[in-house]
């Protein structure tokens, strides 16, 4: 090739080059590249979201009056608001700020042309300034917002990612810097050719964080590792993911039960029941590359409360000799145990001997916080009671009613019956209830044996006495045989005393022998 030629060619390659670069200054009417300079856009800063952006659009757009344009215009405006309309489907939207799909980038550069074609054929500069022009400036704030979103969202994400997305984070300026770079120039339609650049290079860079990230899982509610005696439980917990938006739902396991719950701006909730004993409960969450992380816990529920076996006493009973309580408790996640003997520590299997009244108190609770508790008294005694009689006249012949009372005493138990029985060497066997007397109305003479037992039944000693009772008078008789007879010769009389049996026996006989005198008054006795 000679150096002609291939000079030619080099400077071919340079005007090709300068005619690409001065094509955004010198484009054809009604081209993208058409200039809008002398418009004088402003396009403000706002924080209304892109779909609310586009929606105002398309309401401006409607606006117009389809019956006062020509065919081929009235075609533009239903393809711009058509354009539009495509791109609010919610088939390239995540939410209201973020895309997922960079077609609508392209539907909205092609709405665009057509309005700025409508802008250059518009007759009335107000159509232009209150409808047209209002229209394209929300489409950039719209395509701006959405880059400018993108590109924060992939630089936070970039913190999380071991991929290297810098340079597609570098781009995503660039790209961005050169949208606004046209609209300073008046060149709105490029402008949204190079906010969807800048997005798409923002949405790369944030790909690559989130295929290489794994959603992290937490279960916040129950706690992990908890013993609980309380069935129902809100399940809650947050998922954390680069893009989290794209997660809608987490996958729980409960034992052998599995559904899904919604994921709500990275959380979730549930009503659960537990069941008895073992509960394992996993949530699990994906995202679009099927990297999988999950949150697991376990925990236990247990309603039964512990269960307190004593054995070798029982309540409300009296000993008479030394005992020794065996204490068991079973359950399956005990936790601790308190065994108290008249609130001092006591053990099981310890033997007491002292007599005392006790309070045997057991409680237990388990890890779950269920408790039982059993109280249990008793008394160990080991004096024999006490018991006697207030009779004074004990072995003494009377002869006026009688009335006993026994009287029995025991310190620690108290006591518990009181017998007795009538008759030398008898065992006593008759029960007598308090207050423990006894009446004697008749001629007798009785050997009464007694005895108490304390509530322990330890015996008293037997005791006795003696009631020698007389009511009966004793008579006499005489053996002269000439009662009211006079006689000639000195007599001899013979008094003769008795008294029925039982008797107290003839202590003593008085005579007088004065007319109707009274022998007892007397003082002569007879031997």
Not at 194 to 213: E, I, M, P, R, V
Not at 491 to 513: A, E, F, L, N, R
Request: proline share 6%.
């Amino acid at each position: 090739m000679s150096k002609k030629t291939n000079l030619t060619m080099k400077l071919t390659i340079i005007l090709f080059t300068l005619v690409l670069m001065i094509m955004p200054l010198a484009g054809g009417k009604g081209s993208p590249n058409d200039n809008l300079d002398d418009l004088n856009l402003e396009i403000p800063e706002t924080t209304e979201t892109p779909t609310t952006l586009k929606q105002e659009s398309i309401d401006l757009m409607n606006l117009l009056n389809l019956s006062e344009y020509d065919e081929d215009s009235a075609d533009k405006i239903n393809f711009i608001i058509t354009n539009i309309q495509e791109s609010l489907n919610p088939d390239f939207w995540w939410n209201e700020t973020i895309a997922r799909d960079d077609e609508i980038f392209a539907l909205e550069k092609d709405a665009a042309q057509q309005i700025r074609v409508l802008i250059d054929r518009e007759k009335k500069p107000e159509v232009n300034q209150s409808i047209l022009v209002p229209a394209i400036i929300k489409l950039i704030q719209a395509d701006n917002n959405l880059a400018v979103l993108a590109r924060e969202e992939a630089d936070w994400a970039s913190q999380f990612s071991p991929e290297d997305v810098s340079s597609y984070l570098s781009d995503a300026t660039e790209h961005h810097d050169k949208a606004w770079w046209h609209i300073e120039r008046g060149y709105p339609v490029v402008a949204i050719d190079f906010f969807g650049k800048s997005w798409n290079a923002s949405h790369t860079a944030l790909l690559l964080s989130d295929q290489s990230t794994t959603p992290e899982v937490k279960i916040e509610s129950p706690y992990d590792g908890i013993y609980t005696n309380v069935p129902g439980w809100a399940l809650n917990g947050t998922v954390f993911d680069v893009r989290l938006y794209t997660i809608p739902e987490v996958s729980v396991t409960h034992n052998s039960d599995a559904y899904t719950l919604p994921l709500v701006a990275g959380t979730f909730t549930d009503q659960i029941t537990l069941e008895e004993n073992n509960n394992t409960i996993n949530v699990s969450a994906t995202d679009l590359f099927t990297n999988t992380g999950s949150g697991q816990i376990s925990l236990i529920l247990d309603t039964i409360p512990p269960e307190i076996t004593i054995t070798g006493v029982e309540d409300k009973t009296y000993y008479n000799y030394d005992i020794t309580p065996h204490i068991e408790i079973f359950d399956l996640h005990l936790d601790h145990v308190t065994i108290r003997l008249n609130n001092d520590a006591f053990e099981s299997d310890t033997t007491i001997s002292e007599e005392s009244d006790y309070i045997l108190e057991v409680s237990a609770a388990d890890k779950a916080m269920n408790t039982a508790s059993e109280t249990l008294t008793f008394t160990i005694d080991k004096t024999p009671p006490l018991i006697t009689d207030d009779y004074a006249d004990d072995g003494i012949w009377v002869n006026e009613d009688q009335t006993v009372t026994l009287i029995p005493t025991d310190e620690l138990s108290g006591i518990k019956e009181v017998k007795y029985c009538e008759g030398a060497g008898c065992e006593p066997d008759k029960m007598l209830d308090s207050p423990y007397r006894l009446y004697y109305a008749t001629d007798q003479d009785t050997t009464v044996r007694y005895q108490a037992w304390d509530k322990a039944t330890n015996p008293s000693i037997i005791g006795e006495y003696n009631v020698k009772l007389d009511k009966t008078d004793p008579t006499t008789s005489d053996d002269y045989a000439f009662n009211n007879i006079w006689i000639n010769s000195d007599p001899t009389i013979t008094i003769m005393p008795s008294d029925p049996s039982p008797s107290s026996g003839i202590v003593w006989t008085k005579y007088c022998q004065i007319g109707e005198c009274d022998p007892a008054r007397g003082n002569d006795y007879i031997q």
